[in-house]
């Protein structure tokens, strides 16, 4: 049974909302059927747009794809540095929202997940997550330890090496992701979160508490 068509957006959306509506329309396509099943004429038909117009705003499949990450990549950016670039909080509460940002439902929910570990899993499209990624999260882990260092001299804490601590952030939170992708009868933003600040508890017991409430349940 064909799939039933979208109703088409207003024709006098502009260009910018154009290729918004087949960006994301790019990412449901993905979430369900991967980067392979992924067609040009699959992401019309999910954005109710003609095949002559994702022709008309991307040259190719490709070049799509591409805009897509750099999308979800932007958004997740502008997430976590707006609070953390805030110059009347304190270290901590940058880093806290940090990981906040790292679990907002806007960012870290199963349909968006699924599109970036498609591209992570898919060797002859892990160069494109690479390129697009590697500043983001270069930038972010270059946040977080110069973050940790200020708190390593606030709280006089021994033997806390804040590039150490970055570096582990990171690992959390992509397990983290994956584990909400993969088993969501067990693992959620909220518990993720709570085990991130566990271990920032460990690693600086009087900045951080245990089982913090979600902020986005």
């Given at each position: 049974?064909p799939?039933?068509?979208?109703?088409?957006?207003?024709?006098?959306?502009s260009?910018?909302?154009?290729?918004?509506?087949?960006?994301?329309?790019?990412?449901?396509?993905?979430?369900?059927?991967?980067?392979?099943?992924?067609?040009?004429?699959?992401?019309?038909?999910?954005?109710?747009?003609s095949?002559?117009?994702?022709n008309?705003h991307?040259?190719s499949?490709?070049?799509?794809?591409?805009?897509?990450?750099?999308?979800?990549?932007?958004?997740?950016?502008?997430?976590?540095?707006?609070?953390?670039?805030?110059?009347?909080?304190?270290?901590?509460?940058?880093?806290?929202?940090?990981v906040?940002?790292?679990?907002?439902?806007?960012v870290?929910?199963?349909?968006?997940?699924?599109?970036?570990?498609?591209?992570?899993?898919?060797s002859e499209?892990?160069?494109?997550?690479?390129?697009?990624?590697?500043?983001?999260?270069?930038?972010?882990q270059?946040?977080?330890?110069h973050l940790?260092?200020?708190?390593?001299?606030?709280?006089?804490?021994?033997?806390?090496?804040?590039?150490?601590?970055?570096?582990?952030?990171?690992?959390?939170?992509?397990?983290?992701?994956?584990?909400?992708?993969?088993?969501?009868?067990?693992f959620?933003?909220?518990?993720?979160?709570?085990?991130?600040?566990?271990?920032?508890?460990?690693?600086f017991?009087r900045?951080?508490?245990?089982?913090?409430?979600?902020?986005?349940?």
């Amino acid at each position: 049974m064909p799939l039933k068509q979208k109703k088409n957006p207003p024709r006098t959306a502009s260009p910018e909302e154009r290729r918004r509506q087949l960006i994301e329309a790019t990412v449901t396509s993905i979430s369900k059927h991967g980067i392979s099943g992924t067609t040009l004429a699959r992401v019309t038909q999910e954005a109710g747009l003609s095949i002559g117009l994702v022709n008309f705003h991307f040259e190719s499949k490709e070049a799509l794809l591409k805009a897509t990450l750099q999308h979800l990549a932007d958004e997740h950016r502008r997430l976590w540095i707006k609070e953390s670039s805030r110059p009347d909080i304190d270290a901590a509460a940058k880093l806290r929202a940090i990981v906040d940002a790292q679990f907002h439902p806007k960012v870290c929910n199963r349909r968006k997940l699924a599109v970036w570990f498609a591209f992570f899993g898919e060797s002859e499209h892990r160069r494109n997550y690479r390129n697009v990624s590697r500043a983001v999260d270069e930038e972010r882990q270059s946040v977080t330890a110069h973050l940790c260092a200020s708190i390593v001299i606030e709280g006089g804490y021994v033997g806390v090496a804040p590039h150490q601590v970055s570096q582990m952030l990171e690992g959390l939170f992509d397990g983290l992701w994956l584990n909400i992708l993969m088993y969501p009868e067990r693992f959620n933003r909220r518990n993720a979160r709570d085990q991130v600040a566990s271990y920032l508890h460990f690693c600086f017991p009087r900045h951080f508490q245990t089982g913090d409430s979600d902020p986005h349940p």
